[in-house]
């Protein structure tokens, strides 16, 4: 949902950068690619070392870049399957480090298994919704639905990481972060339910894996 709201306001805004880039000959793979690299470190890095906030700010930074490269693609004609598949292989990768370096603190000197069991759970659940999706797709299916979409969580997540970082009590960041794991599983359920009823309007041809 927030992705269809937000994308006419943020390419707006992000068109003029983009413009820039592409005169100097910067491509949108290589933003895609220094975008994750940068949420990564900032996910992997700070968060771990217990600098929620900071860490919040940098992903929040070099976040952006998935839009900026989707601008980009869109202005030079370079939109196709290969940016696709990279976009959204290195999207899971920003996902896993943002949970992974919450889950490295709580585990470690947050010393609050709770939150880290809530950010596991998170993190599994979120790439199941993702895996449902594109086995869909794979398949012929259309599986765009459901109330936890990436947008979403990845906002929830680091809106109340930041939080946290500036001294909200943790135990609000587990609350979301297990509320954030129950919508991604509903939202797998719900995306298992659009296939199968349009798998019954169509004849099966393959049930294998």
């Not at 470690?108 to 659940?125: E, K, R, T, Y």
């Not at 969580?153 to 809106?159: G, P």
Request: glycine share 12%; charged share 15%; aromatic share 10%.
């Amino acid at each position: 949902m927030l992705n269809r709201y937000a994308r006419a306001l943020f390419t707006r805004i992000f068109t003029p950068a983009a413009r820039f880039l592409l005169a100097r000959g910067v491509s949108a793979d290589a933003v895609t690619i220094v975008g994750t690299l940068g949420v990564a470190l900032g996910a992997l890095i700070l968060f771990p070392l217990g600098e929620l906030f900071w860490g919040t700010m940098v992903i929040t930074l070099f976040v952006f870049s998935d839009v900026l490269d989707g601008v980009m693609a869109r202005i030079a004609g370079t939109t196709g399957r290969w940016g696709s598949f990279l976009d959204s292989t290195l999207d899971r990768v920003q996902d896993a480090a943002v949970f992974l370096g919450l889950m490295l603190w709580f585990f470690g000197a947050g010393d609050f298994w709770i939150a880290g069991v809530a950010a596991a759970a998170s993190m599994a659940l979120g790439m199941l919704v993702s895996y449902v999706r594109a086995k869909a797709e794979s398949l012929g299916f259309d599986a765009n639905t459901g109330i936890a979409e990436r947008a979403e969580r990845l906002v929830v997540t680091l809106v109340f990481a930041g939080l946290t970082g500036l001294g909200l009590n943790s135990w609000v960041l587990a609350v979301v972060l297990l509320l954030l794991a129950a919508a991604s599983a509903i939202t797998v359920g719900q995306r298992m339910v659009t296939v199968y009823r349009q798998s019954r309007r169509v004849p099966e041809t393959d049930g294998g894996q």
